[in-house]
């Protein structure tokens, strides 16, 4: 008889025999969420502004508790419209604090909206939130040679991480520490962190390199 072949590290096996990154083991939901969603290239600024202010409410939690949340955060948010968000007013933000269905934490709320204006700020500068984020894609000689457990293994960070935390942090922007704009570029696709042999990491690259830049 033969043996079996050992789990690759990081990764498991669906009833199909498709192969995933091993956090969105969960839920279905989470599963759908790696494979349509994470690590795929966003290039629409309302996608993008809605990631940010979602990355800055998961502060202290897990990314599922968000993602369990995200209509209730899109239907309290204005669908995370950046004009419409940038004109809420205390008012909004004592609305906010009494909806249970979204992380009622009065400091990530009034972010939400101070980085709604930051945002208006930075797409009359770049002309598109796009433009501007994708400024900080690390080129790929500069990534791991090999995505793999091991080589993810302690990489919170990247020195186009911290730069980009640094640069909206002068901007006036707030909850965008390098660990959080790292877990954004990561969700964004401007690294693609799904490991070697997870089914969706060739169709994302794909996707990633039959987009124009949009800087």
């Known amino acids: 008889m033969l043996a079996s072949s050992p ?3 990081g990764l498991f ?6 192969w995933r ?18 690590g795929r290239p966003v290039h629409d600024d309302r996608r993008l502004f809605e990631k940010i202010c979602l990355e800055g409410f998961q502060a202290g939690l897990s990314w599922l508790t ?15 419209d950046i004009d419409a968000v940038a004109r809420f007013d205390e008012a909004d933000v004592q609305r906010l604090l009494l909806n249970a269905g979204i992380v009622r934490h ?3 709320i ?11 700020a930075l797409r009359e500068e770049f002309g598109s939130l796009a433009a501007y984020f994708w400024r900080f ?5 500069q990534r791991p040679p090999e995505i793999t457990h091991a080589s993810l293994q302690g990489l919170t960070t990247s020195p186009e991480s911290v730069a980009l935390s640094k640069d909206l942090r002068r901007r006036g922007w707030s909850f965008v520490g ?5 877990a954004f570029m990561q969700a964004m696709g401007l690294v693609n962190d799904h490991l070697q042999g997870c089914h969706v990491r060739e169709p994302a690259l794909s996707q990633r390199s039959s987009q124009p830049s949009a800087a």
């Open 7 to 9: 789990v690759p590290a």
């Open 106 to 108: 009065r400091g990530k």
């Open 110 to 120: 009034v972010s939400t909206l101070n980085n709604a204006r930051c945002a208006q």
């Open 137 to 141: 894609e690390p080129p790929a000689h």
């Open 178 to 182: 390098p660990t959080t704009m790292y």
């Open 13 to 18: 096996s669906d009833e199909h025999g498709a």
């Open 66 to 80: 968000i993602l369990n949340k995200r209509e209730a955060f899109r239907a309290a948010f204005a669908q995370f």
């Open 21 to 38: 990154c091993l956090w969105c083991r969960a839920t279905p939901e989470y599963q759908r969420y790696h494979d349509e969603e994470w």
